[in-house]
């Protein structure tokens, strides 16, 4: 299917209708939230908040510890309990989303329990369009409003399996249909074939890896198994202490493997040096907030650093820069101006964190370096972790 028939008008007003029947299910009957994680938590806060706010029936856990207690003020039934109580016709909304399950294996499971009315995360979001955008996925609306973007971007990109997967992301957007399989590649910003050293600097030059959201080194881990040897130096952001004291653990014994060295700067990566909010989730979605947002929701403030301006404390020039920076990706490309225009440092950008950064990002990335050719490749199922790679010619 091309782009223009999937974001054609009379597709999209379709997509907009049935997502307006959605919200007025949930209005009509409420609704149970499966999952009672971060995720659930959040949209339970949000829906409360809405001036027409649905009825909350409460969670569905398969935690076996969390059933028949509350959290965050709503009860927790497991699934048969919840079933016998509330009849199969109540709407049901599946609020896992991560990189090791797909959604529709979710919503499968929660229909063969008998429940006849499954949402998905993203069909909830985008029903009420007065809640914040989830993810990639915004309004029927916002594709319409964006479709000249898109398609200056489908036409920057450099092969074909960049292009066919930006149309099936774009396409997942408008159907919001989880059932399709995808391949992934799960060699997550380091592809065969994509990305290797010669692409990223001269051979006696020292490869500077920069990776904006360390976590706990599990990227570091990644850098170091695909570039095992001391001819390197990594630098990594990450601004969560719990996170970053893993990390640090981690480039000791990267450094101790490889003998590369390994420099962890303790922020969180933005537009220049200062302080801003933080929310400590205790997993890999710990992420920047305003600082009144993190005031009203129990977090903190962390130190902000730019990458240009940690690495010219360090005299280092980039050779490749990573971000998964939980959408507050272009902040970061805004601090990484002078190894982007300057020295046309390879890049890797998630692009899934908010519903414009697939075609968004690109388009500054474009504006900002000529010389880049753009891939994009899927790591996880959903459009997780999908990241876009801008390579120099």
């Known amino acids: 299917m091309s782009l223009a028939d999937i974001l054609a008008p009379a597709r999209l007003q379709q997509a907009a209708l049935t997502r307006r029947r959605l919200r007025d299910a949930v209005q009509q009957q409420g609704c149970l939230l499966f999952g009672a994680g971060n995720n659930g938590r959040q949209l339970a806060r949000r829906l409360a908040a809405l001036p ?9 856990s398969d935690v076996a510890a ?23 016709q109540v709407p049901v909304v599946n609020c896992v989303y991560r990189a090791d399950v797909t959604i529709g294996t979710v919503m499968q499971g929660l229909s063969d329990s008998g429940f ?26 916002l594709l319409h409003d964006s479709a000249a973007r898109i398609a200056r971007v489908e036409a920057l990109l450099a092969d074909d399996l960049s292009r066919t997967i930006f149309r099936e992301l774009v396409n997942q957007r408008v159907t919001l249909d989880f059932t399709a399989p995808r391949m992934v590649d799960r060699a997550i910003y380091f592809p065969a074939g994509l990305i ?51 990390l640090q653990a981690a480039a000791t014994r990267v450094q101790a493997a490889t003998g590369m060295q390994v420099s962890c700067v303790p922020a969180a ?46 005299g280092l020039t980039a050779s490749y820069v990573k971000y998964d920076v939980e ?34 990002i690109p388009l500054l990335l474009q504006g900002l370096q000529p010389r880049y050719d753009f891939y994009l490749r899927e790591h996880g199922p959903d459009g997780v972790d999908t990241v876009l790679y801008a390579l120099s010619r």
């Not at 959290?71 to 309990?81: E, F, H, K």
């Not at 400590?280 to 129990?298: F, I, K, Q, R, Y």
Request: proline share 7%.
């Open 327 to 360: 959408g507050f990706e272009r902040e970061a490309i805004a601090g990484t101006h002078m190894a982007i225009t300057r020295d046309a440092a390879a890049l890797a950008v998630s692009v899934y964190h908010r519903p414009d950064d697939l075609w968004d």
């Open 116 to 141: 006849a009315r499954v949402l998905s995360l993203p069909d909830l979001y985008t029903a009420f369009d007065t809640l914040p955008p989830i993810y990639g996925y915004g309004t029927p609306q």
């Open 269 to 314: 990566a933005g537009a220049a040096p200062g302080r801003i909010g933080f929310l400590p989730l205790g997993n890999e979605a710990s992420h920047t907030v305003s600082v009144s947002e993190a005031e009203a929701a129990g977090g903190s403030t962390v130190a902000l650093d730019s990458v240009d301006h940690a690495l010219a404390e360090r």
């Open 196 to 246: 290797t050293r010669p692409r990223l600097c001269a051979d006696d030059a020292t490869l500077v890896f920069v990776d904006c959201g360390a976590y706990t080194g599990d990227t570091l881990d990644g850098f170091a198994a695909w570039h095992p040897d001391s001819h390197a130096h990594a630098v990594a952001f990450e601004p969560d202490p719990a996170s970053f004291a893993k």
């Open 66 to 88: 969390d059933q028949g207690r509350d959290i965050a003020g709503l009860p927790v039934w497991s699934r048969s309990d919840a079933l016998a109580k509330f009849g199969a």
């Open 52 to 60: 027409d706010a649905p009825a909350l029936h409460g969670f569905i």
